[in-house]
């Protein structure tokens, strides 16, 4: 059977005996990581596997970052404003570093993929020990160990296509979590950079997705978000196992209550994934459909493979087969050649998708994109103006759409506590949306069902059922 390369064992091993090397010094002295990660689901769960990778070399969790010896910035740059951040943040430690020689200073993640930004970094921040990219994430106990020996280390390689199984990884949450199913994406949308810097898409095997799906749920993980950048394009072994088959084998997965997944990208959106949505118990009643636009013009120019009205002919299909769906979106303003006409034409779909949260960006150029080399960029005050525009409608709309909710029943997934008055539990129903309502840190991890009895434009409230 086909499968995607996977990193060689002997690659691995020497990444293990790396950490092995490392591990009796560094916990000896007691010494400390911070990770300070940028963007998506993505790279929050590379950042998961790089604490995997510190603590299996000795490194324990720093509760604030100035007092840490090993500082890891995990990059993104899927927009400009991401970016700046990180070389703001990283100059920022230059007089810590003057202050404590011994801090260990690394960079990696998407933005040190794009070799020119990771050159540009590593001569202007002479304090930076160390340098790679996301391809050789998995590598990282060998080029720290160098760094630690006194190189400075740089490290980015196009080597490309290959999934490291097996990676330690060290879990932010405790009932839910995510598992990546597939890596890199080859859709070059015209704006985006990923495919440039995530490498070609390549999909787990599903055996190697169940094992690692089973094994949480004996760890007490009882929610799971299937991760990757165009889920809907999943296919596993050797092409045999489509996104839809996958979620229905995860459904059978003992002590698992709940499953999601993210991103669908629309084009690849079949009747198949959608009919496996409504008939699994635990595929929760949620979306993340990103529409990006609502002018047809401008969904080409995006190279994205579908129209408006092939959008919201899916985004009825949904509604009709899957009880209580919400959909979620990201959507675009300001790309190159945006016309008013264009963009109103966003705001119409906008009102008739309903959507129950949009994540809205102004539209930033990066390197190597198709689009950053159109003509006809947009002005920053016109982008600014239009994306205050689309927020204030889609909280206008938000705020309606929430009434619908009041008196409803449903279940919530309770991933926290707030404390500060009265104590407040806090977690998700099936359809993503957030609920507060009274109960306190014994609730922690328990599914509970709930009644809403207020609404508020981001959030619901409700009270819990026997
Ligand atoms: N400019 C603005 N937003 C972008 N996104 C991706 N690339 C860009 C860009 N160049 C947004 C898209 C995508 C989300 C993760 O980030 O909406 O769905
Ligand atoms: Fe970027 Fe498009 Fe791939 Fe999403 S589907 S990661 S927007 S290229």
């Not at 990778?53 to 090993?70: I, R, V």
């Not at 993640?109 to 304090?127: S, T």
């Amino acid at each position: 059977m086909q499968r995607h390369n996977l990193v060689p064992q002997e690659e691995l091993l020497k990444s293990t005996q790396a950490a092995k090397r490392l591990h009796d010094d560094i916990l000896s002295r007691g010494l400390t990581f911070y990770i300070e990660s940028y963007g998506c689901q993505m790279n929050d769960h590379d950042a998961e596997k790089l604490a995997g990778m510190l603590q299996s070399c000795g490194y324990q969790k720093a509760t604030e970052k100035f007092e840490a010896d090993l500082i890891l910035f995990n990059t993104c740059c899927v927009r400009e404003h991401a970016e700046l951040r990180v070389f703001g943040n990283i100059g920022a430690l230059k007089k810590l570093k003057d202050e404590k020689p011994q801090l260990m200073i690394g960079v990696c993640g998407c933005m040190m993929q794009q070799e020119d930004v990771a050159q540009k970094l590593f001569k202007r921040f002479p304090f930076v020990d160390l340098v790679f990219g996301t391809h050789e994430l998995y590598r990282f106990p060998v080029l720290l160990e160098a760094a630690l020996n006194g190189e400075r280390t740089f490290s980015v390689t196009q080597i490309d296509g290959e999934i490291a199984e097996g990676l330690p990884v060290e879990r932010n949450g405790r009932f839910q979590t995510n598992v990546t199913i597939m890596y890199g994406c080859d859709n070059f949308c015209s704006y985006c950079i990923v495919p440039y810097v995530r490498g070609r898409e390549r999909s787990r095997a599903s055996s190697d997705i169940l094992g690692e799906i089973e094994s949480l749920a004996q760890a007490g993980f009882k929610e799971i978000t299937l991760l990757g950048q165009n889920v809907n394009s999943y296919r596993g072994d050797g092409g045999e196992t489509s996104f839809a088959k996958l979620l229905c084998m995860a459904n059978e997965v003992k002590g698992i209550e709940r499953l999601r997944f993210m991103t669908s990208h629309p084009k690849d959106l079949s009747m198949e994934l959608i009919h496996a949505m409504a008939e699994c118990s635990k595929v929760c009643s949620h979306i993340h459909l990103p529409v990006q636009s609502g002018s047809d013009r401008i969904l080409k120019r995006m190279n994205r493979g579908y129209t408006r009205e092939k959008y919201l002919g899916l985004v009825n299909t949904l509604r009709e087969n899957i009880k209580g769906i919400e959909l979620t979106t990201d959507i675009i303003v300001g790309f190159p050649g945006e016309t008013e006409e264009d963009f109103s034409d966003t705001l119409s779909l906008v009102r008739e998708a309903n959507f129950s949260a949009a994540y809205t960006f102004m539209y930033s150029p990066r390197n190597g994109t198709s689009a950053a080399r159109m003509e006809e960029q947009i002005d920053k005050v016109v982008k600014k103006e239009r994306l205050a525009r689309l927020n204030e409608l889609q909280a206008e709309l938000l705020k309606k759409s929430n009434e619908k909710f009041l008196c409803m029943e449903g279940t919530v997934l309770v991933e926290g506590c707030d404390t500060r008055a009265v104590p407040m539990a806090y977690g998700k129903l099936e359809n993503f949306k957030m609920v507060y309502f009274p109960g306190d840190e014994t609730l922690l991890g328990q599914l509970k069902r709930v009644r809403i009895t207020k609404t508020q434009s981001n959030s619901l409230f409700g009270e819990a059922l026997e």
